[in-house]
């Protein structure tokens, strides 16, 4: 079955700690994107890809990093320098990025980070 | 990037009655999406309507999209237990989406 699989689905973090979440998908999709979710708001793009070794700051971008080296995996750091981490983050991918206009984006089952 | 708001933050209906939901935005649009969220649980996409269509149908959902208010709406007919979840309208700005604050929808059996 073709999805994106996010791991692991929960994450502690201490203090000064850097924390990295996985992403993969197998949907040979050219874009993906991370999104950060507080409780009872919408999501908050924090970084994006629109194709291998390229990516973009999103809307809230600070005090976290992304790689992107292969065309399925797009793993999302949380640095020591995200002062508030505790969120569900949710990974998705898409067709192409130009192809907002007309597709979907595909989400994995997110990852909970919480602090120690 | 704007987002949009929904209304209502909340619904609780009874098994069988019928959902409506209401997101409206501030910009033009290219499109505009509706995604369902399961408690813990990833965004599945519903319903793609673009900014030319006014109406869409899928199974039991009906999606409006009026551009000269700048506002969609979702009706999820017949309702069940299974449709219990948050629903997110989002809304693609230069090539991105973004994501209202979302209703949350119970349905009673």
């Known amino acids: 079955d073709g999805g994106i699989t996010q791991s692991p689905k929960y994450l502690f973090r201490k203090e000064g700690q850097n924390v990295t979440l996985s992403c993969e998908q197998n949907?040979?999709?050219?874009?993906m994107y991370w999104y950060r979710q507080d409780p009872g708001q919408g999501l908050r793009l924090i970084y994006y890809?629109?194709?291998?070794?390229?990516?973009q700051k999103g809307d809230i971008a600070e005090g976290y990093s992304v790689s992107r080296e292969k065309k399925e995996s797009f793993p999302l750091t949380v640095t020591s320098a995200q002062k508030n981490p505790t969120a569900f983050y949710l990974c998705?991918?898409?067709?192409?990025?130009?192809?907002?206009?007309?597709?979907?984006?595909?989400f994995g089952d997110g990852t909970r980070l919480s602090i120690l | 990037s704007q987002q949009g708001e929904e209304d209502p933050q909340a619904l609780s209906i009874q098994e069988g009655e019928n959902a409506t939901m209401n997101c409206s935005y501030k910009?033009?649009?290219?499109?505009l999406q509706w995604y369902r969220q399961n408690s813990g649980r990833g965004l599945v996409h519903l319903i793609l309507?673009?900014?030319?269509?006014r109406e869409k149908h899928s199974g039991r959902l009906r999606v409006t999209l009026d551009t000269s208010k700048k506002s969609s709406s979702l009706l999820i007919t017949a309702s069940r237990a299974a449709d219990t979840a948050s629903y997110f309208c989002?809304?693609?700005?230069?090539?991105?989406?973004?994501f209202g604050a979302g209703t949350t929808v119970t349905v009673r059996a």
């Open positions: 989002a809304f693609v700005n230069d090539y991105k989406l973004s």
């Open positions: 998705a991918s898409s067709i192409g990025f130009r192809e907002t206009s007309n597709q979907p984006q595909h």
């Open positions: 949907l040979n999709h050219d874009a």
């Open positions: 910009t033009s649009i290219n499109n």
């Open positions: 890809s629109q194709i291998v070794n390229d990516f």
């Open positions: 309507i673009r900014s030319n269509e």
